[in-house]
């Protein structure tokens, strides 16, 4: 399995600003993605991080809103850009370890607060 | 796209009792189901999964079972404790072959599951 660290693990934030967050996981892993949960809900893919370029964004999410960033095997950002209340989520990184057949482990989630 | 569906969305048993949660998925392309438990204030934790390939999976008090013809898959914990209580997830998506995996996983919408004491 594979360790994945977040931070921050919350954050409280003003409309209209910009945060990061930053995921590092302990092993070199194939994949990372990035997933909303907002307050009760499932979980939902805002896109895959790939490494040393573009993420691939799904339906709904565009990269001036969430850019991310993956500069190496181990580590992605996620920025959520000019926040609304209505950003107020869990936000979730994920990651499927080498040689892995389809498990995918999660970090503890950044619980992002938007006054 | 995939699709999937979870019920029930809230579950209360008595401790020692059996819980069932079940999940249907609208992609036949789908062949891999995993089942993730997420503590409050956590991030989901994998605690089963089942490939289509075989039709049920156990490990201890979980298991897990699979209709590929009509495309649902369950989750059973026998003798729950008060720390089975959780909000569980189903899981759906495709993996290729060779150990690489081609599509996302798309999830229910969880079932909140309450063990009273």
């Known amino acids: 399995s594979a360790v994945i660290s977040q931070k921050p693990s919350r954050d409280i934030c003003q409309r209209g600003t910009s945060l990061t967050i930053q995921c590092q996981v302990d092993?070199?892993?194939?994949?990372m993605f990035w997933y909303r949960q907002q307050p009760g809900q499932s979980l939902t893919l805002i896109a895959t991080?790939?490494?040393?370029?573009?993420?691939?964004?799904e339906s709904g999410f565009v990269i001036d809103k969430f850019p991310i960033s993956r500069p190496n095997l181990t580590f992605s950002t996620l920025t959520v850009s000019n926040m609304s209340p209505e950003d107020s989520s869990i936000y979730l990184c994920?990651?499927?370890?080498?040689?892995?057949?389809?498990?995918?482990?999660f970090g503890e989630g950044s619980r992002l607060t938007v006054l | 796209g995939e699709n999937v569906e979870q019920h029930p969305s809230t579950l209360s048993v008595q401790e020692g009792d059996s819980a069932v949660i079940k999940c249907t998925y609208s992609d036949s392309a789908s062949n891999y189901f995993p089942w993730y438990k997420q503590e409050l204030g956590k991030g989901p934790q994998l605690i089963i999964d089942i490939r289509s390939n075989v039709g049920e999976k156990k490990d201890q008090r979980i298991a897990v079972t699979l209709n590929k013809t009509a495309k649902h898959f369950s989750l059973h914990i026998t003798e729950t404790q008060p720390e089975d209580s959780a909000v569980y997830f189903c899981a759906a998506s495709m993996v290729g072959n060779y150990g690489g995996s081609q599509g996302n996983l798309i999830f229910g919408k969880g079932t909140k599951l309450s063990v009273k004491p």
């Open positions: 991080a790939n490494q040393g370029s573009e993420a691939t964004y």
């Open positions: 092993s070199q892993v194939t994949m």
């Open positions: 994920s990651a499927r370890a080498q040689g892995a057949t389809g498990e995918l482990f």
